[in-house]
């Protein structure tokens, strides 16, 4: 059974720092990894997909890298924003079964202005 | 590109009630998945439908819980009767499952409140 881990719970940093988010599994037979972002009260919004072939994703200040070896991920956001406070969840496609998600439980991030 | 769109986004009843939630996922997005999320957690997947038909349903409470999908677009998910333990967000999400690149887009989900 998958189990996707994320640590910190939470984590506060001063706006302008860049900062790693992590996010580990037990099973490395994985299709994809998945990072989101969500705000209070809203839904998920997908920020990076890393296929099991690639090792990293980039978009703007965001960069996810992917390690099936050892089980990690970790999610860079450079030169940090208030905007960018809100909880941080990784998600496995497993590589069995019907292909569904196993979330972490998130990193809650907030920027201090 | 509209998103996945969900209705209502708040709802407050009593345990033992019935509730309904509606999803409209993206166009041609063959898959839909309803999710639940206690507060705190990460979603926990409850439903998955590939067209019509449900490929995944393992972890739906069937005994108060039942979803369908009518011509493979909308969705309904229905609890009856809810427990205070329902209390959770209710998130719908679609994805074009092209094998090897399955990206889910989930909807604003549905704040569920039992009491």
């Known amino acids: 059974k998958q189990e996707v881990t994320q640590i910190p719970a939470a984590l506060s940093v001063p706006e302008g ?21 969500q705000d209070p009260g809203k839904g998920l919004t997908s920020l990076l997909l890393i296929q ?15 390690d099936k070896s050892s089980g990690r991920s970790t999610l860079y956001i450079a030169a940090s924003q208030p905007g960018d406070s809100a909880t941080y969840l990784c998600a ?22 | 590109e509209a998103g996945v769109a969900q209705s209502p986004r708040y709802k407050i009843i009593e345990k033992r009630q019935s509730v309904a939630f509606w999803c409209n996922p993206i166009s041609g ?18 439903i998955q439908f590939q067209n019509n038909g449900v490929v995944d349903d393992s972890q739906l ?31 719908c999400a679609s994805s074009l499952r092209d094998r090897g690149y399955n990206e889910q887009f989930f909807g604003p989900g549905t704040r569920l409140t039992v009491l």
């Open chain 1, 92 to 113: 496995v496609e497993s590589n069995f079964g019907n292909e569904k998600l196993t979330f972490g439980t998130g990193t809650r991030l907030t920027i201090i202005p």
């Open chain 2, 61 to 91: 409470p069937k005994d108060r819980f039942s979803a369908e999908r009518l011509k493979g677009v909308d969705s309904t998910l229905k609890i009856q009767p809810a427990k205070l333990e329902d209390s959770a967000v209710y998130l």
């Open chain 1, 52 to 66: 099991s072939s690639q090792r990293e994703q980039t978009s703007g200040r965001l960069n996810a890298s992917l």
């Open chain 1, 17 to 37: 720092e860049n900062l790693v988010l992590n996010c580990s599994f037990t099973d490395s037979a994985i299709y994809n990894l998945q990072w989101f972002r």
């Open chain 2, 29 to 46: 997005h063959a898959t839909l998945y309803w999710y639940q999320q206690i507060l705190g957690q990460g979603p926990k997947l409850l």
